[in-house]
């Protein structure tokens, strides 16, 4: 659904994608979670060792969640969880280590997190690849680890979020306004272009929020996806420095990018808007700013179908352990 209940009627314009834009919808605006801490809560964050993951689990930290770092590279993380604990001693910070792009990697932390309510999930772990690389199931790094990954964990951690009455973000990205979800068109080897598959992924997130919303298999959870805006990321520095070269001055801190994931964490007032909303800067917006990216009719199904299909094997054997 585009649109919503707290009020942003039009896609937002490119300006307001800035450190600008980010300055005029907040002046004088408090932190949340100086307003509402987050003790006795778990959150978890994937790709949480620079950038807006580090950003997103350092407020939340701070807040007082229980926060967990999840991330490809341990000794990554576990300096995050240092930088985080300098800065805030008594925060609880854990640390895992998964591969978003790995099923197998994924099940092995579904297993290890079986028995923890979880909060909040943030997916927010995502990568540019130049050039055409796969998972160990074969399917493209950027889908694998940006949409199948995070439906997987979701998946296995589903009871887990439903004792929690829990929430799920997922960390878009403008170049989704570029790009039509066509799951006849998952990128391939042949004319790889490695901005381009990421904009499907990120296009793919914001179908899939939406899709889990209205899946009753997971019923009492909240979905959401959310754009950050144009902010100063060490993968926008190595995966479009083109882009980045124009950018640089006018782009977002990478706690500016988090903010708003921030406010969907702890704020109630997401319970007003419509399961499987699309946020900007706090409010609704509308998932599409141009009619030709919109999905063909199916495209949620096929999608649900298509993450289960190709993560089939590491769900049964979770479920069966379980």
């Given at each position: 659904m585009d649109g919503g209940a707290t009020g942003m009627s039009a896609w937002?314009?490119?300006?307001?994608?800035?450190r600008w834009g980010f300055d005029k919808v907040t002046q004088g605006r408090p932190p949340l979670l100086a307003q509402k801490r987050g003790e006795g809560r778990v959150a978890l964050v994937t790709g949480a060792n620079s950038g807006i993951g580090f950003a997103t689990a350092s407020a939340l930290?701070?807040?007082g969640y229980t926060t967990w770092l999840l991330c490809r590279n341990r000794g990554r993380a576990e300096e995050a969880r240092a930088r985080i604990l300098a800065n805030a001693p008594d925060a609880r910070?854990?640390?895992a280590e998964?591969?978003?792009s790995s099923f197998d990697s994924i099940s092995r932390l579904g297993s290890r997190l079986s028995g923890t309510n979880v909060d909040v999930l943030v997916h927010n772990a995502g990568a540019i690849?130049?050039?055409?690389?796969?998972?160990?199931a074969g399917l493209e790094s950027t889908f694998a680890t940006s949409v199948v990954g995070p439906y997987l964990l979701t998946a296995l951690l589903a009871r887990n979020l439903e004792r929690a009455n829990g929430r799920v973000i997922f960390v878009a990205s403008g170049g989704a306004y570029?790009?039509?979800?066509?799951l006849t068109k998952v990128p391939t080897a042949l004319g790889y272009d490695g901005?381009?598959?990421?904009?499907?992924?990120?296009?793919?997130?914001?179908?899939?929020?939406?899709?889990?919303s209205a899946d009753p298999r997971f019923r009492g959870i909240r979905f959401c996806s959310m754009h950050p805006g144009w902010v100063d990321t060490p993968a926008l520095v190595d995966g479009m420095p083109g882009f980045y070269a124009i950018t640089r001055k006018a782009l977002r801190t990478p706690a500016q990018g988090a903010d708003t994931i921030v406010f969907l964490a702890a704020s109630d007032e997401i319970a007003t808007a419509p399961n499987g909303s699309f946020w900007f800067d706090r409010h609704v917006a509308n998932k599409h700013a141009v009619p030709?990216?919109?999905e063909p009719p199916g495209t949620q199904e096929q999608l649900i179908r298509l993450c289960e299909r190709l993560s089939h094997r590491a769900v049964a054997a979770e479920r069966r352990e379980g």
């Open positions: 937002p314009r490119p300006w307001s994608f800035t930290a701070t807040g910070v854990e640390v998964v591969d978003m690849y130049k050039t055409y690389e796969t998972n160990e570029l790009a039509k979800l066509d901005v381009k598959a990421y904009a499907f992924a990120k296009r793919g997130q914001i179908v899939l929020a939406e899709a889990l030709w990216t919109r």
